[in-house]
Structure formats: C-alpha cells, structure tokens
C-alpha cells in the first residue's frame, strides 16, 4: 500500500517538477576537500590576508581573529539578478556562528539595480539583524539554521528561517548602479580591537526560479489529497 501511495505522489508532482526551469542558478557547496567558492564561480574578496579556512566533513569554515581581516565571496549578477514578471529571486544558505563570534561580523548582503536598494544581514551568536529594515530575531546562531530570502521585484522580500515565514522586510533604498550578492566574513574591525569570527556554512544557493503556476499549485494539493485518501482506506481495511 505505502509502495502505491509513493507511486500516485511521484505521477501527480512530477509534471509540477519538470514545470520548475531555472533561468540562472550559482550555488557553492561545501561537499568536496580542497574545494573553495571561488572554484565554482564566486569572486573571493579577501583583505589583511584573508580568514583561515577549511573544507572538511561537508563544511567550509571561516576563521579569524584579526580585526584587519574579511573574507566575502561575491556574485555580480547584473540584470540576471533582477526577476522578470512570472520570475522570482531566492537565496538559500545553511550556517552557523561559532560561540565567541562578534556581532554582525558574520554577514550576507544583497543589491538590485532595479530600484537601487540592499539589504545588509548580519549574526551575533543569539541574534540575527537586517539592518535596513529594522528586523531582529533572537535565536540560537551557534547552530545550524536554513535561512533564504524570496523576492519578486527587489523591493518587498520574505525572509524564511528553517522553513518557516520569519518577517516580511524590504530593500534599502539607497542609489545602487549594479546587482551583486556576498557572503561570508563581511566585518573589518578598528585598529587596536580584537575581533574574533568563525562561521560554518554548509551551503549557499541564489538564483532566479519561475513563480510556480496555479496548476502546480493544485497538483500539489491533489497528491496531498490522494495521500490522506489512500491512507484512511488503508486504516479502516486494517
């Protein structure tokens, strides 16, 4: 019965899955050794010699405790960034702060040159900003969380913690002539300070995805709907 529960889902979704083109996607996975975001694509930004890194067990991880030390990687995207009408923008990463690490050192940034605004993200080890919009969650960073942003014009985004709908923010508007995203050791700190920062990222993925249609929408609610089915008549024959 389970086996033909699986069958009905994987025939009903799999014309939504194939409907999910993706006009442009980067992403850096941490899965292999040796191997660094700026081998799959993103531009390393390193100052005062760049952070300690590693990739190891599926993680990268970025280390410093020099104030004069950031390490981005960064994607400029130019229009590719900017969604069309029926497209969407996401961004997805999975990370965490190590404990001891400096508020908001830690940081992910994005800029549209559509209507010129950013939104600037940064972690302290109980905490999460968005600095443009005022948003402020409270949550333990020292463990790994999901995180991503979803947005259909660059001004208005949703912002999603572990999968669930965390605040509604938006773009800074201030005056921006291009389209770039970062991630990564952002903070640069003040000669005579002392500034530790270490994060693990497991992943992180952008890119621009078609808005799912209504169709796939009810295809979605139909497997739902032929699952709960199937499993009550497997109840009341039991």
């Not at 033909?4 to 996975?29: D, F, K, N, Q, S």
């Not at 190590?98 to 559509?114: E, H, K, Q, T």
Request: proline share 6%.
């Amino acid at each position: 019965m389970r086996a033909g529960i699986a069958l009905v889902c994987t025939i009903i979704l799999l014309p939504a899955v194939r409907a999910a083109a993706t006009p442009y996607y980067i992403g850096y996975e941490a899965d292999t050794p040796g191997v660094f975001p700026e081998d799959v694509g993103w531009e390393r930004h390193p100052t005062g010699g760049g952070a300690n890194r590693t990739v190891a067990d599926g993680i990268f991880t970025l280390s410093s405790d020099d104030p004069a030390v950031s390490d981005i990687y960064r994607f400029d995207g130019n229009e590719q960034m900017n969604p069309d009408p029926g497209e969407f923008f996401f961004a997805e990463w999975r990370m965490r702060v190590l404990p001891g690490s400096a508020n908001a050192d830690v940081s992910v940034y994005f800029a549209s040159d559509d209507y010129g605004g950013d939104v600037s993200m940064g972690w302290g080890e109980n905490d999460f900003w968005s600095f443009a919009d005022g948003n402020h969650l409270q949550l333990d960073a020292t463990v790994f969380h999901t995180y991503r942003l979803e947005s259909l014009d660059m001004v208005d985004y949703e912002f999603y913690l572990d999968g669930d709908l965390a605040y509604q923010g938006f773009f800074d508007p201030p005056t921006l002539n291009s389209s770039f995203a970062f991630w990564g050791d952002g903070g640069v700190g003040q000669p005579g300070t002392t500034i530790y920062s270490s994060s693990e990222w497991d992943y992180f993925r952008l890119g621009v995805l078609p808005v799912p249609a209504p169709s796939a929408a009810w295809l979605l609610v139909g497997a739902m709907g032929a699952f709960v089915l199937m499993r009550r008549r497997q109840i009341i024959v039991h």
